[in-house]
Protein backbone atom coordinates (compact mmCIF):
# COMPACT_ATOMS: atom_id res chain seq x y z
CA UNK A 1 0.00 0.00 0.00
CA UNK A 2 2.50 2.46 0.99
CA UNK A 3 4.23 1.36 -2.51
CA UNK A 4 1.06 2.29 -4.90
CA UNK A 5 0.60 5.44 -2.43
CA UNK A 6 4.50 6.60 -3.34
CA UNK A 7 3.66 5.67 -6.93
CA UNK A 8 0.65 8.08 -7.28
CA UNK A 9 2.22 10.99 -5.74
CA UNK A 10 5.13 10.57 -8.21
CA UNK A 11 2.50 10.47 -11.31
CA UNK A 12 0.50 13.66 -9.63
CA UNK A 13 3.55 15.42 -9.66
CA UNK A 14 4.82 14.64 -13.24
CA UNK A 15 1.47 15.18 -14.18
CA UNK A 16 0.48 18.83 -12.37
CA UNK A 17 4.34 19.56 -13.86
CA UNK A 18 3.37 18.52 -17.38
CA UNK A 19 0.20 20.97 -17.15
CA UNK A 20 1.88 23.03 -15.72
CA UNK A 21 4.42 23.51 -18.79
CA UNK A 22 1.72 23.69 -21.08
CA UNK A 23 0.13 26.13 -19.67
CA UNK A 24 2.91 28.67 -19.30
CA UNK A 25 3.48 28.26 -22.89
CA UNK A 26 0.06 28.98 -24.06
CA UNK A 27 0.11 32.09 -22.34
CA UNK A 28 3.12 33.72 -23.54
CA UNK A 29 2.13 32.99 -27.29
CA UNK A 30 -1.52 34.73 -26.89
CA UNK A 31 0.23 37.66 -24.84
CA UNK A 32 2.72 37.62 -28.12
CA UNK A 33 0.44 38.18 -30.35
CA UNK A 34 -1.20 40.94 -28.52
CA UNK A 35 1.84 43.13 -27.70
CA UNK A 36 3.13 41.94 -31.54
CA UNK A 37 0.21 44.14 -32.87
CA UNK A 38 0.79 46.41 -30.55
CA UNK A 39 4.84 46.95 -31.79
CA UNK A 40 3.37 46.89 -35.18
CA UNK A 41 1.41 49.87 -34.90
CA UNK A 42 4.02 51.54 -32.39
CA UNK A 43 6.62 51.05 -35.15
CA UNK A 44 5.09 50.84 -38.45
CA UNK A 45 6.80 47.49 -39.18
CA UNK A 46 10.47 49.63 -39.43
CA UNK A 47 11.91 47.85 -36.14
CA UNK A 48 12.62 44.23 -36.77
CA UNK A 49 13.76 41.24 -34.48
CA UNK A 50 13.89 37.78 -35.89
CA UNK A 51 11.76 34.97 -34.06
CA UNK A 52 14.61 32.73 -34.31
CA UNK A 53 16.99 34.68 -31.86
CA UNK A 54 13.95 35.41 -29.63
CA UNK A 55 15.43 32.94 -26.99
CA UNK A 56 18.64 34.87 -26.88
CA UNK A 57 16.73 38.00 -26.15
CA UNK A 58 19.34 40.25 -28.07
CA UNK A 59 18.52 41.94 -30.99
CA UNK A 60 19.92 42.14 -34.29
CA UNK A 61 19.06 44.62 -37.42
CA UNK A 62 17.73 43.40 -40.59
CA UNK A 63 17.22 44.86 -44.00
CA UNK A 64 13.20 46.34 -44.14
CA UNK A 65 10.82 43.34 -44.67
CA UNK A 66 8.07 44.68 -47.03
CA UNK A 67 6.07 41.77 -45.77
CA UNK A 68 4.00 42.36 -42.66
CA UNK A 69 2.92 38.67 -41.68
CA UNK A 70 7.28 38.36 -41.02
CA UNK A 71 7.22 41.04 -38.70
CA UNK A 72 6.98 39.63 -35.01
CA UNK A 73 8.34 41.09 -31.63
CA UNK A 74 9.43 38.37 -28.73
CA UNK A 75 8.09 39.39 -25.50
CA UNK A 76 9.06 36.08 -23.49
CA UNK A 77 10.67 38.25 -20.93
CA UNK A 78 7.88 40.87 -20.05
CA UNK A 79 8.57 43.28 -23.01
CA UNK A 80 12.20 44.06 -21.87
CA UNK A 81 13.34 42.62 -25.03
CA UNK A 82 11.11 44.66 -26.91
CA UNK A 83 12.23 47.79 -24.74
CA UNK A 84 15.69 46.57 -25.91
CA UNK A 85 14.71 46.41 -29.28
CA UNK A 86 13.92 50.04 -29.03
CA UNK A 87 16.89 51.52 -27.52
CA UNK A 88 18.98 49.82 -30.21
CA UNK A 89 16.43 50.23 -32.91
CA UNK A 90 16.64 49.40 -36.24
CA UNK A 91 16.22 53.06 -37.48
CA UNK A 92 19.72 53.90 -35.98
CA UNK A 93 21.00 50.92 -37.64
CA UNK A 94 20.06 52.02 -40.61
CA UNK A 95 20.73 55.76 -39.93
CA UNK A 96 24.49 54.45 -39.30
CA UNK A 97 24.33 52.95 -42.00
CA UNK A 98 23.75 56.01 -44.06
CA UNK A 99 26.73 57.55 -42.73
CA UNK A 100 28.55 55.02 -44.79
CA UNK A 101 26.13 55.52 -48.04
CA UNK A 102 27.86 54.20 -51.32
CA UNK A 103 26.71 57.53 -52.36
CA UNK A 104 29.12 59.02 -50.08
CA UNK A 105 32.13 56.41 -51.64
CA UNK A 106 31.01 57.98 -54.80
CA UNK A 107 31.88 61.54 -53.43
CA UNK A 108 35.48 60.17 -52.14
CA UNK A 109 35.66 59.16 -55.67
CA UNK A 110 34.74 62.64 -57.08
CA UNK A 111 37.48 63.62 -54.44
CA UNK A 112 39.92 61.97 -56.02
CA UNK A 113 39.49 62.72 -58.99
CA UNK A 114 39.83 66.13 -57.94
CA UNK A 115 43.30 65.03 -56.61
CA UNK A 116 44.23 63.60 -60.07
CA UNK A 117 43.40 66.52 -61.37
CA UNK A 118 45.24 68.26 -59.42
CA UNK A 119 48.42 66.18 -60.12
CA UNK A 120 47.82 67.09 -64.07
CA UNK A 121 48.47 70.58 -62.95
CA UNK A 122 51.48 70.31 -61.20
CA UNK A 123 53.04 68.89 -63.95
CA UNK A 124 52.90 72.04 -65.80
CA UNK A 125 56.50 72.99 -64.36
CA UNK A 126 57.72 76.51 -65.98
CA UNK A 127 60.75 76.53 -67.83
CA UNK A 128 63.57 76.76 -66.03
CA UNK A 129 65.14 79.86 -67.89
CA UNK A 130 61.61 81.68 -66.96
CA UNK A 131 61.44 80.66 -63.56
CA UNK A 132 65.29 80.71 -61.60
CA UNK A 133 64.11 77.68 -59.86
CA UNK A 134 67.73 76.51 -59.59
CA UNK A 135 68.92 79.69 -58.36
CA UNK A 136 72.52 80.26 -58.95
CA UNK A 137 70.99 84.27 -59.14
CA UNK A 138 71.67 83.75 -54.91
CA UNK A 139 75.73 83.32 -55.42
CA UNK A 140 77.82 86.25 -56.91
CA UNK A 141 82.32 87.12 -56.81
CA UNK A 142 82.81 89.85 -54.84
CA UNK A 143 85.74 92.12 -56.58
CA UNK A 144 87.11 94.88 -54.35
CA UNK A 145 88.07 97.38 -57.11
CA UNK A 146 92.24 97.01 -57.23
CA UNK A 147 93.47 94.04 -57.65
CA UNK A 148 90.22 91.51 -57.89
CA UNK A 149 90.60 89.43 -61.43
CA UNK A 150 89.69 86.21 -62.75
CA UNK A 151 91.76 84.66 -65.43
CA UNK A 152 90.46 81.50 -67.88
CA UNK A 153 93.30 79.61 -69.43
CA UNK A 154 93.13 80.11 -73.78
CA UNK A 155 91.15 77.42 -75.50
CA UNK A 156 89.90 77.72 -79.23
CA UNK A 157 86.18 78.22 -78.00
CA UNK A 158 87.12 81.49 -76.88
CA UNK A 159 88.57 83.01 -80.01
CA UNK A 160 84.51 83.40 -81.11
CA UNK A 161 85.60 82.67 -84.98
CA UNK A 162 81.52 82.58 -85.42
CA UNK A 163 80.10 85.31 -87.80
CA UNK A 164 77.55 85.86 -84.50
CA UNK A 165 78.45 85.74 -81.19
CA UNK A 166 77.05 87.21 -77.13
CA UNK A 167 78.73 87.95 -74.39
CA UNK A 168 76.80 89.01 -71.78
CA UNK A 169 76.77 89.22 -67.45
CA UNK A 170 74.45 90.27 -64.63
CA UNK A 171 76.66 92.84 -62.61
CA UNK A 172 76.16 95.64 -59.80
CA UNK A 173 78.90 98.03 -59.46
CA UNK A 174 79.24 100.04 -56.78
CA UNK A 175 78.55 103.43 -57.39
CA UNK A 176 80.88 106.59 -57.53
CA UNK A 177 81.04 110.10 -58.62
CA UNK A 178 84.56 109.26 -60.63
CA UNK A 179 85.32 105.74 -62.20
CA UNK A 180 88.44 104.48 -63.79
CA UNK A 181 89.53 106.65 -66.66
CA UNK A 182 89.80 103.44 -68.93
CA UNK A 183 87.46 100.47 -70.46
CA UNK A 184 88.13 97.77 -68.28
CA UNK A 185 87.04 94.35 -69.19
CA UNK A 186 83.84 92.59 -67.48
CA UNK A 187 85.18 90.15 -69.79
CA UNK A 188 88.26 90.70 -72.09
CA UNK A 189 90.72 88.87 -74.17
CA UNK A 190 94.03 90.25 -74.45
CA UNK A 191 95.95 90.26 -77.87
CA UNK A 192 99.43 91.46 -76.96
CA UNK A 193 101.73 93.60 -79.04
CA UNK A 194 104.43 94.02 -77.16
CA UNK A 195 105.57 93.66 -73.04
CA UNK A 196 104.09 97.11 -72.76
CA UNK A 197 101.24 97.18 -74.75
CA UNK A 198 98.20 95.63 -75.67
CA UNK A 199 94.54 95.13 -77.49
CA UNK A 200 91.53 93.45 -76.68
CA UNK A 201 90.10 91.03 -79.71
CA UNK A 202 86.71 91.50 -77.70
CA UNK A 203 85.82 93.69 -74.59
CA UNK A 204 82.48 93.96 -72.52
CA UNK A 205 83.52 96.72 -70.34
CA UNK A 206 81.70 97.57 -67.15
CA UNK A 207 80.97 101.62 -66.15
CA UNK A 208 83.77 104.32 -66.58
CA UNK A 209 84.64 107.94 -66.86
CA UNK A 210 85.27 109.25 -70.48
CA UNK A 211 87.16 112.21 -70.65
CA UNK A 212 86.55 114.88 -73.87
CA UNK A 213 86.93 118.42 -74.94
CA UNK A 214 90.10 120.42 -73.61
CA UNK A 215 92.94 118.51 -75.22
CA UNK A 216 94.21 118.06 -71.79
CA UNK A 217 93.27 121.07 -70.70
CA UNK A 218 96.68 122.92 -72.49
CA UNK A 219 94.72 125.45 -75.09
CA UNK A 220 91.91 126.37 -72.16
CA UNK A 221 89.01 124.46 -73.12
CA UNK A 222 86.74 122.87 -71.25
CA UNK A 223 86.91 119.26 -70.20
CA UNK A 224 83.33 117.25 -69.78
CA UNK A 225 83.60 114.02 -68.17
CA UNK A 226 80.93 111.05 -68.42
CA UNK A 227 80.13 108.21 -67.72
CA UNK A 228 80.46 105.27 -70.46
CA UNK A 229 80.56 101.73 -71.04
CA UNK A 230 82.08 100.19 -73.90
CA UNK A 231 81.91 97.28 -76.24
CA UNK A 232 84.60 96.31 -78.92
CA UNK A 233 85.77 93.42 -81.46
CA UNK A 234 88.87 93.38 -83.35
CA UNK A 235 89.26 91.49 -86.93
CA UNK A 236 93.02 92.45 -88.14
CA UNK A 237 92.99 96.02 -89.39
CA UNK A 238 89.63 96.79 -88.95
CA UNK A 239 87.75 97.23 -85.59
CA UNK A 240 83.75 98.06 -84.31
CA UNK A 241 83.15 99.69 -81.63
CA UNK A 242 79.76 100.82 -79.84
CA UNK A 243 80.64 103.22 -76.32
CA UNK A 244 77.38 104.39 -74.71
CA UNK A 245 77.68 107.71 -72.76
CA UNK A 246 76.05 109.84 -70.68
CA UNK A 247 74.86 106.53 -68.17
CA UNK A 248 74.01 106.58 -64.80
CA UNK A 249 74.78 103.38 -62.49
CA UNK A 250 72.19 102.88 -60.27
CA UNK A 251 73.92 100.44 -58.18
CA UNK A 252 71.46 98.12 -59.33
CA UNK A 253 71.65 94.91 -60.44
CA UNK A 254 72.04 95.35 -64.44
CA UNK A 255 72.29 92.93 -66.74
CA UNK A 256 74.22 94.11 -70.23
CA UNK A 257 75.23 92.47 -73.34
CA UNK A 258 77.45 92.96 -75.81
CA UNK A 259 76.28 91.17 -79.34
CA UNK A 260 78.63 90.69 -82.53
CA UNK A 261 77.01 90.33 -86.05
CA UNK A 262 78.27 90.07 -89.55
CA UNK A 263 76.49 91.54 -93.08
CA UNK A 264 77.03 91.42 -96.43
CA UNK A 265 78.68 94.83 -97.83
CA UNK A 266 79.63 96.30 -101.42
CA UNK A 267 81.77 94.17 -103.76
CA UNK A 268 81.39 91.11 -102.38
CA UNK A 269 82.81 92.32 -98.77
CA UNK A 270 81.31 91.84 -95.22
CA UNK A 271 80.89 94.65 -92.33
CA UNK A 272 80.98 93.50 -88.35
CA UNK A 273 78.97 95.30 -86.35
CA UNK A 274 78.65 94.69 -82.86
CA UNK A 275 75.77 96.02 -80.71
CA UNK A 276 75.67 97.35 -76.51
CA UNK A 277 72.67 96.40 -74.70
CA UNK A 278 71.81 97.73 -70.48
CA UNK A 279 69.07 95.85 -69.04
CA UNK A 280 67.58 94.59 -72.38
CA UNK A 281 67.35 98.49 -74.16
CA UNK A 282 69.75 98.67 -77.13
CA UNK A 283 72.22 101.49 -76.69
CA UNK A 284 74.52 101.62 -79.03
CA UNK A 285 75.67 100.21 -82.04
CA UNK A 286 78.79 100.30 -84.31
CA UNK A 287 79.24 102.27 -87.21
CA UNK A 288 78.86 99.36 -90.31
CA UNK A 289 81.83 102.05 -92.46
CA UNK A 290 83.90 99.23 -92.48
CA UNK A 291 84.53 96.13 -94.87
CA UNK A 292 86.74 93.57 -95.92
CA UNK A 293 86.65 90.34 -98.07
CA UNK A 294 86.69 88.05 -95.63
CA UNK A 295 86.53 88.77 -91.91
CA UNK A 296 87.51 86.87 -89.00
CA UNK A 297 88.05 87.68 -85.37
CA UNK A 298 91.73 88.47 -84.24
CA UNK A 299 93.00 85.13 -82.28
CA UNK A 300 95.33 85.30 -79.07
CA UNK A 301 96.38 82.73 -77.21
CA UNK A 302 96.19 85.02 -73.96
CA UNK A 303 93.89 83.79 -71.28
CA UNK A 304 90.69 85.34 -70.65
CA UNK A 305 90.42 88.06 -68.35
CA UNK A 306 87.35 88.56 -66.17
CA UNK A 307 86.53 91.45 -63.88
CA UNK A 308 89.72 93.41 -63.74
CA UNK A 309 90.28 96.00 -61.47
CA UNK A 310 85.98 95.76 -61.07
CA UNK A 311 84.41 97.24 -57.92
CA UNK A 312 81.51 95.49 -57.17
CA UNK A 313 79.69 92.24 -57.66
CA UNK A 314 79.56 89.67 -60.96
CA UNK A 315 76.17 87.32 -60.93
CA UNK A 316 76.79 85.28 -64.03
CA UNK A 317 78.98 85.73 -67.00
CA UNK A 318 77.75 83.42 -70.72
CA UNK A 319 79.43 83.27 -73.87
CA UNK A 320 76.91 81.97 -76.60
CA UNK A 321 77.88 81.18 -80.41
CA UNK A 322 74.98 83.22 -81.59
CA UNK A 323 72.98 86.01 -81.62
CA UNK A 324 71.50 86.60 -79.06
CA UNK A 325 69.44 89.70 -79.39
CA UNK A 326 68.56 91.95 -81.98
CA UNK A 327 66.03 94.28 -80.22
CA UNK A 328 65.09 95.11 -76.73
CA UNK A 329 64.42 92.33 -74.59
CA UNK A 330 63.62 91.32 -70.75
CA UNK A 331 67.10 89.90 -69.63
CA UNK A 332 66.32 86.79 -67.61
CA UNK A 333 68.94 84.16 -65.55
CA UNK A 334 71.35 82.72 -67.59
CA UNK A 335 71.45 79.28 -68.27
CA UNK A 336 72.96 76.74 -70.32
CA UNK A 337 71.98 76.04 -73.70
CA UNK A 338 73.03 74.62 -77.00
CA UNK A 339 74.75 77.68 -78.07
CA UNK A 340 76.57 78.41 -75.17
CA UNK A 341 80.43 78.24 -75.32
CA UNK A 342 80.73 78.99 -71.17
CA UNK A 343 78.85 80.06 -68.13
CA UNK A 344 80.04 81.00 -65.07
CA UNK A 345 77.98 81.27 -62.38
CA UNK A 346 79.99 82.06 -59.30
CA UNK A 347 78.53 79.67 -57.09
CA UNK A 348 81.62 79.65 -54.55
CA UNK A 349 83.40 78.77 -57.55
CA UNK A 350 84.71 80.47 -60.92
CA UNK A 351 83.98 76.73 -62.34
CA UNK A 352 82.43 76.65 -66.37
CA UNK A 353 78.53 75.63 -66.17
CA UNK A 354 78.31 74.76 -69.97
CA UNK A 355 80.52 71.56 -69.88
CA UNK A 356 83.29 72.67 -71.96
CA UNK A 357 85.42 72.80 -68.75
CA UNK A 358 86.50 76.72 -69.18
CA UNK A 359 86.76 77.05 -65.45
CA UNK A 360 88.94 79.75 -63.68
CA UNK A 361 92.68 79.65 -62.94
CA UNK A 362 92.57 78.72 -59.34
CA UNK A 363 96.35 80.58 -58.98
CA UNK A 364 94.84 83.11 -61.28
CA UNK A 365 91.95 84.11 -58.88
CA UNK A 366 93.32 87.22 -56.79
CA UNK A 367 91.27 88.87 -53.65
CA UNK A 368 87.59 87.17 -54.70
CA UNK A 369 85.21 85.95 -52.09
CA UNK A 370 82.03 84.18 -53.13
CA UNK A 371 78.73 85.12 -51.29
CA UNK A 372 75.29 84.59 -50.81
CA UNK A 373 73.30 87.90 -52.69
CA UNK A 374 70.07 87.10 -54.50
CA UNK A 375 69.22 89.19 -57.75
CA UNK A 376 65.99 90.68 -57.41
Known amino acids: MKRFNCFFLVFALLFFAACGDGVERIVPETE ?40 TADTSDDGDAADSGDDSDSDDDMDSGDDSDPGDDSDSDDDSDDSADSGDDSDMTPDPADSGTEDDSCYAAVFNGTDSKIEVKHNDLLDLNSEAWTIEAWVKQTPKDEYSANAAPIVGKINRINNNSYTYTYLLSYYYTKTSGGNGGWNGGQQTKTTAMKGTASYGFISASAEATNLANSGDWTHIALVQTITNALMNTKSPQVTLYIDGKKVKSSD ?68 HGLNGISESIQSITYVKECRN
Open 32 to 71: KEGKSDEKNNEDDGNSVIDDDDASDSSVEPSAPDTDPDSD
Open 288 to 355: SNSSASSLSITTSEENLIIGQSFDGMIDSIRISSTAKYSEDFAPKALKADNDTIALWNFSNNADDSSG
